[in-house]
Antibody, heavy 120, light 103 residues
Framework: QLLLQESGPGLVKPSETLSLTCTVS??????????WAWIRQPPGKGLEWVGS???????YYSPSLRGRVTLSVDTAKNHFSMKLDSLTAADTAVHYC????????????WGQGTVVTVSS | VLTQSPGTLSLSPGARATLSCRAS???????LAWYQQKPGQAPRLLIY???RRAAGIPDRFSGSGSGTDFTLTISSLEPEDSAVYYC??????FGGGTKVEIK
């Protein structure tokens, strides 16, 4: 059974860089059948797509975050990561990692999420 | 862009709930999902491929639609169905959500 576990600092300061990692167990990031994604949710707001990455390193970023966000994948450690630069309070959110299938009608899998607060 | 309506739905137990998700351009049904989210919890996958129920999801939940118009139907509301429901196009954006309240 696939398990996705987000990890990272719970508190970061404004203007700093956020680094999050999603550790994958029960599956491999080095798969041509899936892509890997980050999604976030500010307090009291809806879900926001951050970006996605394929095992080859190909990425897609949300237009609203492009230029500040970088995704990477580490096939040796079987995890993928997200970095978000120039943090502000508006980046405070629960961050989820997820796996989506490339084939038709494959159910997505999500992690439980990690809370990140941007505050001095 | 996915637009969900209504913003809030307030219904009695046993009622039928119909939630709409409209896309600004045609979306492949294979990649349309619905999630349920309760306060303090991660989203729970209900429907994928527009109409396929995820594992363990009661059959009172059903999805339908194609092209630009998709629907999530809850045939007979239970008190535990009180939640926010989101549609999503895989690899892309989410709708703004519909809050379902049970009277």
């Amino acid at each position: 059974q696939l398990l996705l576990q987000e990890s990272g600092p719970g508190l970061v300061k404004p203007s700093e860089t956020l680094s999050l990692t999603c550790t994958v167990s029960g599956g491999s990031v080095n798969s041509s059948n899936y892509y890997w994604a980050w999604i976030r949710q500010p307090p009291g707001k809806g879900l926001e797509w951050v970006g996605s990455i394929y095992y080859t390193g190909n990425t897609y970023y949300s237009p609203s975050l492009r230029g500040r966000v970088t995704l990477s994948v580490d096939t040796a450690k079987n995890h993928f990561s997200m970095k978000l630069d120039s943090l502000t309070a508006a980046d405070t959110a629960v961050h989820y990692c997820a796996r989506f299938g490339l084939a038709a009608a494959v159910p997505p899998d999500w992690g439980q999420g990690t809370v990140v607060t941007v505050s001095s | 862009v996915l637009t969900q309506s209504p913003g809030t739905l307030s219904l009695s137990p046993g009622a039928r709930a119909t939630l709409s998700c409209r896309a600004s351009q045609s979306v492949s049904s294979d990649y349309l999902a619905w999630y349920q989210q309760k306060p303090g919890q991660a989203p729970r996958l209900l429907i994928y491929g527009a109409s396929r129920r995820a594992a363990g999801i009661p059959d009172r939940f059903s999805g339908s639609g194609s092209g630009t118009d998709f629907t999530l139907t809850i045939s007979s509301l239970e008190p535990e169905d009180s939640a926010v429901y989101y549609c999503q196009q895989h690899g892309s954006s989410f709708g703004g959500g519909t809050k379902v309240e049970i009277k």
